[in-house]
């Protein structure tokens, strides 16, 4: 029943490692967002994909890497995970008409060792 | 760059007391929103102020803006243990389309 959900909720890994982050949402929702949140919760965007296209792609580091197979999906695969990339990262979705209002998934909690 | 900015960083009132949060943005805005976040989940759209409109009100909660002195303020009046949580405002730029832009936040402690 959970509208936006992401997975896993909680990611330990070591640094270098690649990880991918999974986000879906059953809300018919159009456009996608992945956040990222600091240790201070300063959320801050990265990407949005409309319709499986990518239309905001913030000043992230190349090793982060958006994948969108359908509207309904929206992965982020992250690669040679660094200590600083620890924090939490938030899916989110918005419907076509009221594209401002942003619902968010339940965070995936990442810890770089 | 950062959009807005809340204070305080945190409050901590008693219940039945009302909580007033600000944020100030620094660029015009279509419209500013108002999001929730309990601990360990993700934000809840609160409410959401139009540019064009100086007050809202749903349920217990009250949002003004006053786009000349670019700034905002949610009441919550008569708080509850529940609504303890931080709360960010949000801005969407004239010209940024869905894009939201997030203010730091405020810590709201409602202490039973």
């Known amino acids: 029943d959970t509208a936006v959900s992401q997975t896993p909720k909680y990611l330990v890994t070591q640094m270098g490692n690649d990880k991918s982050i999974k986000c879906e949402q059953n809300l018919g929702h159009d456009t996608m967002y992945w956040y990222k949140q600091d240790s201070k919760k300063f959320l801050k965007i990265m990407f949005s994909y409309n319709n499986k296209e990518l239309i905001i792609n913030e000043t992230v580091p190349n090793r982060f890497s958006p994948k969108s197979p359908d509207k309904a999906h929206l992965n982020l695969h992250i690669n040679s995970l660094e200590l600083g990339d620890s924090a939490v990262y938030f899916c989110?979705?918005?419907?076509?008409?009221?594209?401002?209002?942003?619902?968010f998934g339940a965070g995936t909690r990442l810890s770089v060792l | 760059s950062q959009q807005g900015e809340e204070d305080p960083q945190a409050l901590s009132i008693q219940e039945g007391e009302n909580a007033t949060m600000n944020c100030s943005y620094k660029t015009s805005i279509n419209n500013l929103q108002w999001y929730r976040q309990n601990s360990g989940r993700g934000l809840v759209h609160l409410i959401l102020?139009?540019?064009?409109?100086r007050e809202k009100h749903s349920g217990r909660l009250r949002v003004t803006l006053d786009t000349s002195k670019k700034s905002s303020s949610l009441l919550i009046t008569a708080s509850r243990a529940a609504d303890t949580a931080s709360y960010f405002c949000?801005?969407?730029?004239?010209?940024?389309?869905?894009?939201?832009?997030f203010g730091e936040g405020t810590q709201l402690t409602v202490n039973p």
């Open positions: 949000a801005t969407v730029r004239e010209t940024s389309g869905s894009r939201l832009t």
């Open positions: 989110a979705s918005s419907p076509p008409i009221f594209k401002n209002i942003q619902y």
């Open positions: 102020i139009r540019s064009n409109e």
